[in-house]
């Protein structure tokens, strides 16, 4: 619509302005000489103008420098504390049993201690969880880990 317009308005100052200088313009070849003038005008400023989209994406989650990560620092801690430790601590044994609550009642609304819970977690892992702390090897701490993902 505003290209339309200037178009016009250039054509009638043109007309106007040619007449004023006794040229007395023929119409019609001064509307095509603005429309092809006008055009040019356009294309060259479209195709200067920087008009791509803009490629900025914000990220869901800052960027963290690897190793940062307080959560899974925080879990490594624990479990290099227990194979470590001279002898069995319970941080481990609360944090599975915090991570098996969580998973039991999110995604089934379960307890530990419902019957169908046994059935889901495997009668290994329900000992190690009720039981005094015991030392876990990397194995059994891999398959109890598994498990409780696979919930």
Known sequence: MTR????VGVALVADVALT??????????????VVVVLGSVVVLIDTMVDSEPGWDVEPLRP??????DHGLSSYVRT?????????PDAALRDR???LCDERLQ??????RDDPRARDLLGDDLLD??????QRLSRARIDDHLTRIEEL
């Open 4 to 7: 339309a317009v200037v178009l």
């Open 20 to 33: 004023w200088l006794d040229y007395r313009p023929d119409h019609l070849k001064l509307l095509l000489v």
């Open 63 to 68: 960027m963290t420098v690897p190793g940062s």
């Open 79 to 87: 479990i290099e504390g227990h194979l470590s430790a001279a002898s």
């Open 96 to 98: 599975l049993r915090r």
């Open 106 to 111: 999110r995604r089934h609304g379960l307890t």
């Open 128 to 133: 190690d969880l009720a039981g005094p702390p």
